[in-house]
């Protein structure tokens, strides 16, 4: 995209952020309990930026996640995707969205033990309506960029937490989605697959996909030019330049990353 010449940008001018949230609230009731998991959230992450969000357990994370990855809507307040309140949405626009543009890697998985490794991958492709011919072509590659064809006619039962942490990978990347929302990628990985599953994130995000990723490890929150903090469903901490240009980070912030 050619900059616009400084007498073309108006004072301040920024892009709308693909992801937005404000004032966001979510609270859970269950066993007679209020459970307040976000509180007063505000957050924007603009196209193309790696983010990355700590906190100790409990904290919101997940659920931030869900959010933003239309799986759930908050209680109070507005969560705009590409400038648009997600209220908006039509039940169909919003699974639309959820199967082209969005992919996601969630903390325990969630592969199906009904289908076989190649058909989990595969599925994401099905609600986006690929053809045939077109979805086993991407299956084989997505399988083939975690190293997983081996075990494409396999259950995710039979397989180890680290190998279905890469089919999980595999099936979030295979619709190359605009977004990417990790919940502890790396949590089940050893360093090599861990290195792995995080060269493939930052590909993705070298050719323009958004990324924003859970994870405790400081090794792995350094390929993120900005790290959230959350403390009790709060936002309690920002480190790093909203620039993401730098895709290795210089991580000189993020020394007293807790968690
Ligand atoms: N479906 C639910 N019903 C009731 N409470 C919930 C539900 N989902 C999450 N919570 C509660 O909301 C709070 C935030 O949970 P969340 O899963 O977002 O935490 P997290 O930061 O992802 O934690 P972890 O690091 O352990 O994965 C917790 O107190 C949790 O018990
Ligand atoms: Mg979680």
Not at 86 to 111: C, P
Not at 117 to 126: A, D, G, Q, R, Y
Not at 141 to 164: F, I, K, N, W, Y
Request: charged residues 25%.
């Amino acid at each position: 995209m050619p900059e616009p010449s400084p007498s073309e940008q108006p004072p301040r001018a920024r892009a709308t952020p693909i992801l937005a949230l404000r004032g966001v609230e979510k609270v859970f009731y269950a066993a007679e309990l209020e459970i307040h998991a976000l509180v007063d959230v505000h957050l924007e992450i603009a196209r193309g930026e790696f983010v990355s969000i700590a906190g100790p357990s409990g904290s919101g994370k997940t659920t931030l996640l869900s959010i933003l990855g239309l799986l759930d809507t908050p209680t109070r307040g507005v969560y705009e995707l590409a400038g648009r309140p997600v209220t908006q949405l039509s039940t169909r626009e919003r699974a639309r969205t959820r199967a082209r543009e969005i992919g996601f890697i969630f903390q325990s998985f969630n592969l199906i033990d009904e289908l076989d490794v190649f058909e989990n991958v595969e599925l994401p492709l099905v609600y986006a309506g690929v053809a045939a011919r077109e979805r086993r072509r991407r299956v084989q590659g997505a399988l083939d960029r975690v190293e997983m064809t081996h075990r494409a006619r396999h259950r995710p039962s039979q397989l180890s937490g680290g190998q279905q942490q890469r089919v999980a990978v595999a099936r979030a990347i295979v619709g190359e989605p605009t977004i990417i929302l990790a919940d502890e990628p790396t949590g089940n990985l050893d360093s090599v697959n861990g290195e792995l599953v995080m060269g493939l994130l930052r590909e993705l995000h070298r050719g323009g996909a958004t990324i924003c990723m859970v994870t405790h490890d400081p090794r792995y929150a350094r390929y993120a030019a900005r790290t959230i903090g959350l403390f009790d469903g709060r936002v309690v901490r920002e480190s790093g330049a909203r620039d993401s240009s730098n895709p290795d980070g210089d991580g000189a912030d993020r020394g007293e990353e807790a968690a």
